[in-house]
């Protein structure tokens, strides 16, 4: 594990984190806890700094992933380089092939009216195998309780969350005894992406770790969350500084 802001962040590569999650989920079936999944990018980290109850529940969190070119970047200024990002939606897409092949069943939970399902019939194109144990939209304030019964219901291996950060690693931590699934991920707006509502960044793009200014030019809206990388980068050169 390493340490960004003081930040828990696990060192674990994709191939890693997907058996991590993988053994969770069979351990659950077999009695275990469920386990919490949480991808933290830099503005995570920045709100984890001000927010007490997130940085405990990223503790005690079973899995913690490096989700941005901005954790990398600080990693490696800091002298604890991580080998590559273990991006939401990338976890999504690898969980499920190998839930494909390995049978377990997924759940998602999250984005507007329709869009899981979108997500669901994309996956199951490219994972004809995937046992998609249920679907349902992120706007469900008022009929919580179902939601949450319905995930139970549906007792799934893997529960992909996708209400955006902070809110769905707050409420993953909240019910996650409740919800009878082995392991529970947030993966932000994942569903968008595969579900073809959002184009990811080409590939070159992700290269150059630039996939946030296609983000950016995708949807000026979010030039707000950036406003905290220059403090975010400001406080991570400080700590690189002082532990020289
Ligand atoms: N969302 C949701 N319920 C809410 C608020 C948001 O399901 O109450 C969804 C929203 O539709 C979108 C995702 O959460 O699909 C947030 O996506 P974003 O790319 O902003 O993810 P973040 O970077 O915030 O994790």
Known sequence: M???LGVRVDEYTMDESVKIIGDIADDFRRGGAPGQVVTINPEGVWLALGD???RQLIERAALVTADGAGILWAAQKLGTPLAERVTGVDLLQR???AAARDGRSVYLLGSAAGVAEQAAARLRES???????????????EREAQAIAAVAQAAPDILFAGLGMPYQEKWLAAHLSELNCGAAIGVGGSFDVVAGQVRRAPLW???????????????????RR????PRYMRA????ARAKK
Do not use: M
């Not at 992700?206 to 030039?223: S, V, Y």
């Open 95 to 97: 969980l499920c092939a």
């Open 205 to 223: 793009l992700q290269k150059l770790r630039l996939e946030w200014l296609w983000r950016l030019a995708a949807d000026p809206k979010r030039w």
């Open 226 to 229: 950036y406003l905290t990388i």
């Open 52 to 54: 007490a109850g997130l």
């Open 2 to 4: 390493i340490r960004v």
């Open 236 to 239: 991570v050169s400080r700590e």
């Open 127 to 141: 994972y004809p195998r995937l046992r998609i144990a249920g679907c349902d939209n992120g706007y469900f304030r």
